[in-house]
């Protein structure tokens, strides 16, 4: 199983854009990025999926390099409402995988 | 129209007490999860079902009993509760096992007094 590790917590500034790395260094070739966003007293929900290269939709871009040992979520234009758990999960469509939220990186966006 | 539900939200208890909490979702998945967050935000996977199968175990203790009545159903009873229990507890869907997306439920919080 892919062990990932990213940021304890980050501060940033409404307005800036905010870039979360995650390092999984033993990722297997079959499994894929997934990232999750927790607001408080909620439970989370996915935000962005992705394999190789580059990944965006309309909350985020997921940059994953060519060796695929890390990713970084990339929040645009950060607003207090972006103030969150992200988590990062590394894994196969497969029935061995096990979901691996551990405890995120916990973003505040100060005014 | 609620995907993932969860009852009660809030569960307040003594120690010793036995406790259920419900899940159903009305997405049509075939897997559902449970989940324990501790005071540290720390997420950690308890259960999951596929077809009312268990697939995953993790090292949960005994008194914890997953019971699965249909695919829409995962039901969470915890037998003779300690205070370590005291957490909020999400349960989650998706279409499928692996990495398939998951949807969490608004999450119960559990207080062992």
């Known amino acids: 199983l892919a062990k990932t590790t990213q940021p304890i917590s980050m501060d940033s500034y409404e307005g800036q854009e905010v870039n979360i790395t995650c390092s999984h260094n033993?990722?297997?070739?079959?499994?894929?990025i997934t990232w999750y966003q927790q607001f408080p007293s909620q439970g989370p929900r996915f935000i962005i999926q992705?394999?190789?290269t580059k990944v965006t939709n309309e909350v985020a871009s997921l940059f994953i390099p060519a060796d695929r040992k890390s990713s970084t979520l990339s929040l645009p234009r950060v607003s207090l409402s972006d103030t969150a758990v992200y988590y990062c999960?590394?894994?196969?469509?497969?029935?061995?995988?096990?979901?691996?939220f551990g405890r995120g990186t916990s973003l505040i966006v100060h005014p | 129209d609620t995907a993932v539900s969860q009852t009660p939200k809030y569960l307040v208890t003594q120690m010793g007490n036995d406790k259920s909490i419900k899940c159903e979702q009305n997405?049509?998945?075939?897997?559902m999860y449970w989940y324990k967050q501790d005071s540290k935000k720390f997420l950690k996977i308890m259960f999951s079902?596929?077809?009312?199968?268990?697939?995953i175990n993790e090292t949960v203790p005994n008194r914890f009993s997953p019971k699965s009545p249909d695919k829409a159903h995962l039901n969470l009873h915890i037998n003779s509760l300690e205070l370590g229990d005291s957490a909020v507890y999400f349960c989650?869907?998706?279409?499928?096992?692996?990495?398939?997306?998951?949807?969490f439920g608004p999450g119960t919080r559990l207080t062992v007094l």
């Open positions: 989650a869907s998706s279409q499928r096992e692996g990495m398939d997306t998951q949807y």
């Open positions: 033993n990722i297997a070739t079959n499994d894929y």
């Open positions: 992705g394999y190789k």
């Open positions: 999960l590394v894994g196969e469509g497969g029935g061995s995988y096990i979901p691996t």
């Open positions: 997405l049509g998945h075939d897997t």
């Open positions: 079902y596929n077809n009312k199968e268990l697939i």
